[in-house]
Structure formats: structure tokens, C-alpha cells
């Protein structure tokens, strides 16, 4: 078991379908992140949050939203997404303090898009 | 555009042997170092991080930094089938703030 939590683990969805995925971690982290993971490839950023704020946007396709509702949430909500979108998602968070701390990463939800 | 680079493998080792993952990285500014397994389907986990020149050894696993060559190295001593998985190298690069870079990964066969 990880100390960062996804939901749903699994998500099928339909290309006019709007869903969201959850993320939630309790170890008092102040930097969250989004991961997009297709298969063997490297997991790939999509946005960082630093202290509830979006830091880091990597050029996402605006049918993906992020959302940051405290400290401990992290949300990706999902509109109209593409074929090409199946991946696993993965959130991962990570401390702030005193140089470059390690990240942490959930179970992922593993999407398909029909 | 800032690398990292790892051989994509299958890296096949006889159990009972040692197992040895190298990364190579662009950014000599680069701090800190960490390696990720991850099993087929699973999420990355982290295995190890080191920040300076030297060795790093927690229980089975090594890790390696040697910046002036720009490579960082993981050694799995009396390798188990169970240490089967991918390895992802991820740099966190010279003011790059939170962001890693990810190598794309070793893929590791312990054979029984």
C-alpha cells in the first residue's frame, strides 16, 4: 500500500463523458503532481502543484483540468478525452523543504477511452 | 533538451547474482538522483536516492554517483526473481524546481 491514494483504480470512459480522477495523500507534502504513463515509456509530467497553486503546466491539452482543493486533494478532471488518452494516470507528491525532495507516487488509475 | 539515458534492456541476470543498472545524464548541474521499480502494470517505487559522489548501499541495493562522469549506477546484490521489474533513473535537473527527468528504463529478468 502507498501513502498516496488514487480513485478510481480503473476507469472506462467514453469520448463525450466527463469523469475525474481523485488523489489524496496525508504526509503533510505541499507539492503534488500529475503523471501521464503509457505502456513502457516513462512516466510523463502533465502539471505540478506547489502550495495549492498550479506551478507547472506542461503544455496539456485543455480536455484535461487540474484542480488543487487543499493540501491533501489533488484532482484531474476529464472532458471529451481521445482514444489516445488510455494511459495510466499516476499522482505522486512530495515535500518541499530543504533541497529537492524525493517523489512519491500512487497506484494510478489506468483509463481507457473508448 | 536535458537527458537522461538508460539502457531499455531486457538486462537478464542468473538469481543469486549480482544485477548492475546504469543511467548516464546531460545536466552537470544536476543534485539529486533517485531510482524508481516498477512492476508490469504497477506504479513507480522508490527504491533509492543519493545527492553526493560515492556509494549508497541499503540492504540489497547500491546506488553509485559519480558526477564528474555523469552517470549514476544501481547495484542489486543476490538478485531475486522477485527483483524483476523496470528500472527508471530520474534526475532532478539544475533549476528545474520540483520536476524530474525520467530515463525511459531498465528492464530487469532475474532467472530462476
Known amino acids: 500500500d502507498t501513502e498516496v491514494t488514487q480513485t478510481p483504480k480503473h476507469l472506462v470512459m467514453g469520448m463525450t463523458n466527463k469523469k475525474s480522477l481523485k488523489c489524496e495523500q496525508h504526509?503533510?507534502?505541499?507539492?503534488m503532481y500529475w503523471y501521464k504513463q503509457k505502456a513502457k515509456k516513462p512516466p510523463e509530467l502533465m502539471f505540478v502543484?506547489?502550495?495549492?497553486?498550479?506551478?507547472i503546466n506542461e503544455s496539456v491539452p485543455s480536455r484535461f483540468s487540474p484542480e488543487c482543493p487543499n493540501s491533501s486533494l489533488l484532482n484531474l478532471h476529464l472532458h471529451a478525452l481521445q482514444p489516445e488518452d488510455s494511459a495510466l494516470y499516476l499522482c505522486?507528491?512530495?515535500?518541499?523543504?530543504?533541497?529537492?525532495?524525493?517523489?512519491?507516487f500512487g497506484d494510478g488509475t489506468r483509463l481507457s477511452i473508448l | 533538451q536535458k537527458e537522461v539515458e538508460q539502457n531499455s534492456g531486457p538486462l537478464s541476470v542468473p538469481e543469486g547474482a549480482i544485477a548492475s543498472l546504469n543511467c548516464t545524464y546531460s545536466?552537470?548541474?544536476?543534485?539529486?538522483f533517485f531510482w524508481y521499480r516498477q512492476y508490469s502494470g504497477k506504479s513507480p517505487e522508490l527504491i533509492m536516492s543519493?545527492?553526493?559522489?560515492g556509494d549508497k548501499e541499503d540492504g540489497r541495493f547500491t546506488a553509485q554517483l559519480n558526477k564528474a562522469s555523469q552517470y549514476v549506477s544501481l547495484l542489486i546484490r543476490d538478485s531475486q526473481p522477485s527483483d524483476s521489474a523496470t528500472y527508471l533513473c530520474?534526475?532532478?535537473?539544475?533549476?528545474?524546481?520540483?520536476?524530474?527527468?525520467f530515463g525511459g528504463g531498465t528492464r530487469l529478468m532475474v532467472k530462476p
Open positions: 502543484y506547489s502550495y495549492e497553486k498550479l506551478s
Open positions: 530520474a534526475v532532478n535537473q539544475n533549476n528545474a524546481g520540483n520536476m524530474l527527468t
Open positions: 504526509m503533510g507534502h505541499r507539492a
Open positions: 545536466d552537470r548541474g544536476s543534485q539529486s
Open positions: 505522486a507528491s512530495s515535500s518541499v523543504s530543504q533541497g529537492f525532495q524525493p517523489q512519491h
Open positions: 543519493i545527492y553526493s559522489n
